[in-house]
């Protein structure tokens, strides 16, 4: 994973990533939750993958494997990069979400 963009000071982190796959991720993080997106590319249109509230990206987090973060941003995109793709992080956090529920 490379990143090529990464903001976590001020009241709207974001990190912008180049999977190992070529895909792109986008994390974004406001007081309404986390966005996590796949950026259009040669491997496939923009795809919303992942957009939940702040109490359900921490129990995603627990849930994953990185207990409660004081780091949202950091832990959001080790998990994704240790999913690899576009496809497991959405199947990953929908599989998180669903448990919750």
């Known amino acids: 994973m490379t990143v090529l963009v990464w903001c976590n000071d001020g009241s709207a ?4 990533m180049l999977l190992d796959r070529g895909e792109r991720i986008a994390v974004s993080l406001t007081a309404a939750g986390a966005t996590i997106e796949r950026l259009p590319d040669p491997h496939g249109p923009r ?3 992942v957009r ?9 987090c627990a849930t994953l494997g ?5 780091e949202v941003l950091d832990a959001i995109v080790g998990i994704v ?21």
Do not use: H, K, N
């Open 66 to 70: 990185v207990g409660r973060p004081d």
């Open 47 to 49: 795809e919303m993958l």
């Open 81 to 101: 990069e240790r999913l690899g793709s576009a496809e497991q992080v959405r199947d990953a956090f929908a599989a998180a979400l669903a448990a919750m529920r």
């Open 13 to 16: 982190p974001f990190c912008e």
């Open 52 to 60: 939940a509230s702040p109490d359900d990206i921490a129990w995603i």
